[in-house]
């Protein structure tokens, strides 16, 4: 069984930051890919970013420029760093990974951001 575990989330004002980390219970040779989604009130899950194993990052338009994403292989641990946090960037956050061609999820954080 694949565990991811999210943490981190919590309540900012508009404009600030947070950092979200993501683990998954797994050796580091068999996920090919780490990221985030995320699912605002009333609307439908949507791609933040990934890292991909051996290859690079890729964000969406959304949050480039805001947001970076990084991994830790050592600790199979993968982060997910919001500067100038937006109330729009309000919504439940999800990690997700690719462990041997299987998907996993995360059972999400909570970010709010206050306007």
């Known amino acids: 069984q694949v565990q991811v575990t999210e943490s981190g989330g919590g309540l900012v004002q508009a404009g600030g930051s947070l950092r979200l980390s993501c683990v998954v219970s797994?050796?580091?040779?068999?996920?090919?890919?780490i990221g985030w989604y995320r699912q605002g009130p009333g609307k439908q899950r949507e791609f933040v970013a990934i890292i991909i194993t051996g290859g690079g990052t890729n964000l969406a338009d959304s949050v480039k420029g805001r947001f970076s994403i990084s991994r830790e292989n050592a600790e199979n641990m993968v982060y997910l760093q919001m500067n100038s946090l937006k109330p729009e960037d309000t919504a439940v956050y999800y990690c997700y990974t690719l462990y041997r061609g299987t998907g996993y999820w995360g059972q999400g954080t909570q970010v709010t951001v206050s306007s």
């Open positions: 797994r050796t580091t040779g068999h996920i090919s890919a």
